[in-house]
């Protein structure tokens, strides 16, 4: 592996962290808990990742974190089209 493709592959974990101190410390994990516990699970799984490879590993968090994009994406929308009634009306039907 090469000194870029190290430093990319180091360089999600500790953004992942610094979103994650970010949220806390601004108080914004309420606002958006589906969100903030998908960046915590990605991370967790990063980590994990790194010091343990392993091909059934890597298919289960990468469904694991499907499923938690998800609720992040739904979280989200949610928090946005509250913003905009006509918006949430039209695609409620």
Do not use: C
């Not at 960046?39 to 799984?45: D, K, R, T």
């Not at 968090?61 to 928090?79: K, S």
């Amino acid at each position: 592996m090469s000194t870029v493709q190290s430093t990319l592959w180091g360089l999600g974990p500790v953004l992942e962290v610094a979103l994650l101190f970010g949220m806390l410390r601004r108080k914004h994990v309420g606002q958006a808990p589906g969100f903030f516990v998908y960046v915590a699970a990605v991370f967790v799984a990063d980590l994990m990742l790194i010091f343990m490879w392993n091909r059934q590993f890597y298919v289960v968090r990468e469904f694991g974190i499907d499923v938690l994009r998800l609720t992040a994406f739904y979280d989200l929308n949610r928090r946005i089209f509250r913003l905009y009634p006509g918006l949430r009306r039209s695609v409620n039907g």
